[in-house]
């Protein structure tokens, strides 16, 4: 069964600090996409990065990075030099290749609260 | 701003009514999707559609219908409305079918008295 854990509902980060935010999945296509979104209090849904199932490389956006590791089925999100801003809720999505088509599941999310 | 327009924002009906929500996507962007954010079932994806044709279905009920018309803009259609249709609906758009980044609209939310 296609599956996206975030086992993290909320945490404290230190302004100026890295956190990382766990995200684990569960498919048994081969090829499939992985994702994070922000989700701020206003409500919007904004894009922060993507893998695919075959980079080599991890993916990395400004002080957002993935670390992706494909054998333990692990897609985690990295976000460097923490701000007040950051303080939102994260999700970690995947697109799997499947006879049905490409249909996103989202984990339940993850909510850092950064302090100053 | 993701370039995806969704209307209405706010929608308040009653049970057992029919409403319809509107999602331009981004200019160039051929998929459009359709999600409904719950705060008991989460994100759910609802369905897929690529150049006017539906490619992929989640957990969309048979009281929920969409299509995207020729001008690629996509309207999901909730019928007999349920008070646990309460949600904030969310339209994405995306350049291709599949590995690329979904941009959202802002959403609607619709409550259901």
């Known amino acids: 069964a296609q599956k996206i854990t975030q086992t993290q509902p909320g945490m404290f980060v230190q302004e100026k600090e890295a956190v990382t935010l766990d995200c684990t999945y569960d498919?048994?296509?081969?090829?499939?996409?992985l994702f994070w979104y922000k989700q701020p209090s206003s409500g919007e849904m904004i894009f922060l990065i993507y893998?695919?199932?075959?980079?080599?490389q991890n993916a990395t956006e400004g002080r957002y990075s993935l670390n992706f590791q494909k054998a333990r089925k692990s897609a985690n999100l990295v976000i460097s030099a923490s701000q007040l801003g950051d303080s939102a809720m994260y999700f970690c999505?995947?697109?799997?290749?499947?006879?049905?088509?490409?249909?996103?599941?989202f984990g339940a999310g993850t909510r850092p609260f950064v302090k100053a | 701003d993701s370039g995806v327009t969704q209307t209405p924002k706010h929608l308040i009906t009653a049970t057992g009514q029919r409403v319809t929500l509107r999602c331009s996507p981004r200019?160039?962007?051929?998929?459009v999707y359709w999600y409904q954010q719950s705060l008991d079932q989460g994100l759910q994806f609802l369905i897929q559609?690529?150049?006017?044709?539906?490619?992929a279905k989640g957990n969309i009920l048979e009281r929920f219908s969409a299509q995207q018309f020729p001008d690629l803009h996509s309207e999901l259609n909730l019928s007999s409305l349920e008070l646990g249709d309460s949600a904030l609906y969310f339209c994405?758009?995306?350049?291709?079918?599949?590995?690329?980044?979904?941009?959202f609209g802002p959403g609607t939310r619709l409550t259901v008295l």
């Open positions: 559609y690529y150049n006017g044709e539906e490619r």
């Open positions: 994405a758009s995306s350049v291709g079918v599949a590995y690329n980044e979904q941009f």
């Open positions: 999505a995947m697109s799997p290749d499947t006879p049905g088509g490409f249909k996103t599941i």
């Open positions: 893998q695919g199932s075959y980079d080599q």
């Open positions: 200019s160039g962007d051929l998929s």
């Open positions: 498919t048994s296509d081969p090829s499939y996409g």
